[in-house]
């Protein structure tokens, strides 16, 4: 075992360090963490980094070379960051074309890892593995641009020069399946990937129904337990409405911490149900007979330097200004934000009326079909507002960054809210986008993103997400085959 100077002194010494990269705070976390490691029975560690899509990659190390990496970080291929749903590489890395504006990320060359020390986790399911998340940088050691945590961590920057916290709660909707095909034939691996056949576990449309629960513990405590032992603030764990339908919903803290949260939870099901044989969907609303739609809803509420929620309301009930305006905020970037909170072609199939889904740009008082549901009384200190547009498979980074840019937006522009709706799926009232290329427009004319995040990220962030709706808009469909094979 290697003292813990010369852990220091390598990680101190390094090119992390050179690069400006490492903090004296920072240097003194990935010391400890080296030292417990370097005492742990752990023999890998799974470098990691949530890329565009919110799905975690990296590469799995010994234990052994963790100082090195704390110290100097770990390259991965620049192509992870350059790709679309389906994996394929969407940019021109291999022509005189620029990548990217920001850099040219020509030739598939390298990108830099740069490990978050409180990022480590132990995997309960793998215990000889843990995981370590990383910022994702140029080799020169500048930000990317578009890298999810530094989008979210810009995001932040802005908040805190106004002197403003969020606190965010979580309530994550999916589905966990039994596979009926465990492993996939050779025909079966395409770009993307055949789905496996499944079946569900437990009936649905008993919505909260103990028996079903009971069916469902199993699963249920196995998900609990193993989120749990990783210091995840699980508050339930619920059978939704559909068939085999589970939502877990969190206690509340920084958006930071959640969103990392989130991308690790998602995994973390999807790992701990494949090794049981289950199959866990995080999409939105999967082609299964008698399925139910899953979103994901964001609590969210703003707080001062004394830590005073901005949005309780005083003794007349009504709004304060801070909530009027976050609110005001949500609702005139909506349009525009679809793109990061409903970032999939399946995901605008869940924007259906009186489904206990938006399809409105309105919010109401405790309204479940509102597309913000407001949930603020006097004198209550968990005052909140429930953005309930997001789908689950969206990458939390983006969308807790486009929660706080938004509402930003309202705050600067001294918006007001306009009256609560009642009828939240009134025709009348402006619709959310229909269909990912409507939503890829508006990200594409609006202005908040452009003006708070950079051409930079409003290009990269276009084309991946145009490649994905134009693969989506070129395959032939099962309507297509019946509407005009014999017709015509």
């Keep these: 075992m290697r003292p813990l100077t010369s852990h220091r002194d390598k990680i101190a010494n390094g090119a992390l360090a050179r690069l400006g990269l490492m903090t004296p705070e920072r240097i003194d976390a990935a010391t400890a963490l080296a030292e417990t490691v370097a005492t742990s029975d752990l023999e890998t560690i799974r470098v990691l980094f949530p890329d565009q899509h919110g799905i975690l990659r990296g590469k799995a190390i010994t234990a052994a070379a963790l100082p090195s990496i704390l110290a100097s970080g770990m390259a991965a291929p620049s192509t992870l960051l350059l790709k679309d749903t389906s994996s394929r590489t969407v940019f021109p890395v291999w022509s005189g074309e620029a990548a990217t504006d920001a850099d040219p990320m020509r030739g598939a060359g390298d990108i830099l ?67 009926l095909d465990p492993a996939p034939e050779h025909a079966d691996t395409t770009m993307p990937g055949q789905p496996p056949r499944t079946r569900p576990l437990a009936p649905g449309y008993q919505f909260l129904t103990d028996s079903l629960y009971d069916m469902l513990e199993p699963v249920m405590d196995d998900i609990r337990r193993t989120a749990q032992a990783m210091n995840m603030p ?73 830590g005073k929620n901005l949005f309780t309301p005083g003794d007349d009930g009504r709004l304060t200004p801070h909530a009027s305006a976050w609110i005001a905020g949500l609702l005139a970037h909506a349009e525009e934000s679809c793109l990061l ?38 004198c209550d200190p968990a005052s909140r507002i429930e953005n309930r547009v997001p789908e689950s498979a969206a990458n939390p980074h983006y969308v807790m960054a486009s929660q706080i840019l938004s509402g930003l937006s309202g705050l600067a522009r001294s918006l007001t809210a306009p009256a609560p709706c009642e009828q ?22 609006g202005t908040l993103y452009r003006d708070a995040l950079g051409q930079d990220f409003v290009a990269y962030i276009t084309r991946i997400k145009r490649a994905e709706w134009d693969r989506y808009v070129g395959a032939l469909s099962e309507w297509e085959q019946a509407e005009y094979f014999s017709l015509f």
């Design 113 to 179: 890892l740069v490990p978050d020390p409180a990022t480590f986790h132990p995997l309960p399911w793998a215990p000889h593995s843990a995981w370590l998340l990383c910022d994702a940088h140029f080799k020169s050691g500048a930000e990317i641009p578009f890298a999810s945590r530094t989008v979210l961590r810009r995001a932040l920057d802005q908040l805190g020069a106004q002197n403003l916290s969020l606190t965010v709660g979580l309530e994550l909707e999916f589905h966990v399946l039994e596979r």
């Design 341 to 378: 909170t409903t970032p999939t072609v399946n995901g605008y199939k869940r924007y259906q009326p009186f489904q206990l889904a938006p399809d409105r740009i309105q919010w109401g008082q405790d309204n479940r079909g509102a597309m913000l549901r407001a949930l603020m009384a006097p």
């Design 234 to 306: 699980v508050r339930s764990t619920e059978v939704e409405m559909g068939p085999s339908q589970f939502e877990v919903t969190f206690e509340p803290s920084d958006p930071m911490t959640h969103a990392d949260t989130m991308v690790m939870f998602r995994t973390m099901v999807k790992q701990l149900c494949a090794r049981r044989g289950l199959h866990a969907t995080f999409m939105t609303r999967p082609r299964l007979d008698n399925i139910a739609a899953s979103g994901w809803h964001l609590h969210q509420s703003l707080t001062d330097t004394t």
């Design 424 to 445: 939240p799926y009134d025709p009348a009232a402006p619709a959310l986008p229909k269909s990912l290329a409507e939503a890829i427009a508006h990200f594409e004319t």
